[in-house]
């Protein structure tokens, strides 16, 4: 009954007990009241403590950690910075090149598009000049040719005749004009062929010819005549209708023929009669001679003398009767005399010409005194 009905027994008890009991509840209360409060300071310190460590983790780990990355990220992005810029850079230093090479080959291909304009402008004003130039003028601009080519060939090829020549023509040349103002042209002339007219003995060139024509003369040694009586290969419509084998007779031609030699009746038995000599020796002669041009050409003193010297020792070694003698004194002939003179220069008269084209009057037209 009394734990059915704890307020009844409650009722039963005396004062005294009620009040013990009253107090104890109080302080049971108290107790657990005081345990509860110290239980939530504790969870709310807990609380208090997780929120802390996830708010300084959280920190930490999105603001703090960023912020101590934040010089390597700076390093690493320079780096980048500046290998885009340096790349950059080279290429745009490759294009500046290729630029200044394109401003370059215009600059070139301008120039030369200027020099060919002022060439052509040069040339339609030569034309333009021309085409008004009168009798005189064509006829100056002859004879201005014909002593140039007289000039050229003195000077490179030692050809005086020809220089003679044009030098000849173009007196012709300006007695067509029939120009008393051009007497002083026509002396200069004169006086230049004047000078040209050297003899004939102290002509190098001449005696040269003449040595080439005598060595012409000189016959060599019959060379063997090809057999006549070899027997020739049968064609192939032959071969169809005849046998393949040869006759005996065929093969005693064919035998004979290379030891047999038939020579003309006119001609001597001995080859060694006659001023002859072997071909290849006569054509060493020949080849002698033309180096002797070659190096009168050359002006070659040395060389020259030194060709002369072979020639002599040719003709001692190949006795030729009339035909060496007459060599020879050809060869004395031309070592007599100074081969290399200097021919005179026509460049007086060209200038004079020039002069003329130009409208200009010469100097006085006198000739001076040229060697």
Do not use: C
């Amino acid at each position: 009954m009394t734990k059915d009905n704890p307020s009844a027994a409650e009722a039963k008890m005396p004062a005294s007990a009620k009040e013990d009991s009253a107090g104890q509840a109080d302080t049971a209360d108290t107790e657990r009241g005081k345990r509860r409060g110290t239980g939530a300071i504790a969870w709310l310190a807990l609380l208090t403590a997780v929120a802390g460590i996830g708010g300084g983790y959280y920190l930490y780990q999105y603001k703090v950690s960023p912020l101590l990355q934040l010089p390597d990220s700076l390093t690493a992005y320079q780096q980048q910075t500046d290998a885009r810029i340096e790349a950059q850079t080279v290429q745009l230093k490759k294009q500046l090149e290729a630029l200044q090479q394109q401003a370059h080959l215009l600059q070139e291909a301008s120039e030369i598009d200027q020099q060919r304009f002022h060439g052509i402008e040069q040339n339609l004003a030569s034309v333009r000049g021309q085409a008004f130039w009168s009798t005189r003028e064509w006829k100056l601009s002859e004879i201005k040719y014909l002593v140039q080519v007289a000039e050229d060939r003195m000077q490179l090829m030692e050809d005086v005749a020809t220089a003679e020549t044009a030098l000849l023509a173009a007196l012709g040349r300006l007695a067509e004009l029939s120009d008393p103002t051009l007497e002083p042209l026509r002396q200069r002339l004169q006086h230049d062929l004047q000078r040209l007219a050297a003899p004939p003995d102290h002509d190098p060139l001449q005696h040269i010819g003449k040595l080439e024509a005598l060595a012409a003369e000189i016959k060599p040694y019959p060379r063997d005549p090809a057999p006549a009586n070899v027997a020739q290969a049968p064609h192939e419509d032959d071969q169809q209708n005849t046998d393949t084998r040869s006759s005996p007779l065929d093969g005693l031609k064919s035998l004979l023929g290379g030891r047999i030699k038939i020579v003309h009746h006119s001609d001597t038995l001995n080859p060694l009669e006659g001023e002859r000599v072997a071909s290849h020796q006569l054509e060493l002669l020949k080849m002698r001679i033309e180096a002797l041009r070659l190096a009168l050409l050359q002006k070659n003193h040395r060389f020259f003398e030194h060709e002369l010297s072979g020639i002599r020792l040719w003709l001692e070694t190949n006795a030729l009767g009339e035909q060496g003698d007459a060599l020879a004194q050809e060869v004395e002939n031309l070592a007599s005399i100074d081969p290399f003179l200097p021919l005179p220069s026509l460049q007086p008269t060209l200038d004079m010409i020039s002069s003329l084209l130009a409208h200009r009057i010469p100097d006085g037209g006198q000739l001076g005194s040229d060697s």
